[in-house]
């Protein structure tokens, strides 16, 4: 008997998790955008969403959505042990398993991602300050650091996205000069 899960439903489960606790694909890409425009001054917003999605694809991010959010409702629904339920439900500095898991799916990414990764964890920028603030009755312990993690990893691809379309316009420029 074959239980497997079929690949487009675990997608749509971790986009509905995010949507559940009020992130959205543009809430990442405005980080994306953030981290970028200083790059490419012309860097639309359509690039940054699309980037978002594409790392969204990865069955690796959408299993550490999966297992984060599912211990962040755990926490708060009271259901962990302890000590784990006032670690996870407190957020404490020291634990890291919640860096850990959001930075597993950055190495894929390259340096930009995992230097992109440590500021976006460090400086909380855009919907991660909230999902960070504990403000309320939601635990997003994990929640944050996917989310910079999405944003990282979004960011570097668009990057290098960026710098291969720059240089197959160069060659076409070099090209055509030798040609005309």
Known sequence: MNNRVHSKDVKQAALD?????????????????KMQ?????????????ESVEAVLDKREVQHALLVGIELDILAEKKMLSEPLQSIVENDEGLF???????LGSVFGYGSIAVTTFGYLD??????????????????????DDLV????????????????DLEEAEEEVEQREEQAG
């Open 96 to 102: 890291g398993c919640d860096e850990t898991l959001a």
């Open 122 to 143: 460090k400086e909380k920028v855009g919907i991660v300050k909230k999902l960070d603030s504990k403000i309320g009755s939601h635990v997003n312990t994990f929640l």
């Open 17 to 33: 998790l995010l949507r559940k606790r009020g992130v959205t694909i543009q809430d990442i890409a405005e980080i994306v955008y």
């Open 148 to 163: 910079c993690s999405i944003a990282a990893s979004a960011s570097s691809r668009l990057a290098h996205r960026l710098r």
């Open 37 to 49: 425009s200083p790059y490419k001054p012309d860097l639309s917003m359509t690039a940054c969403v």
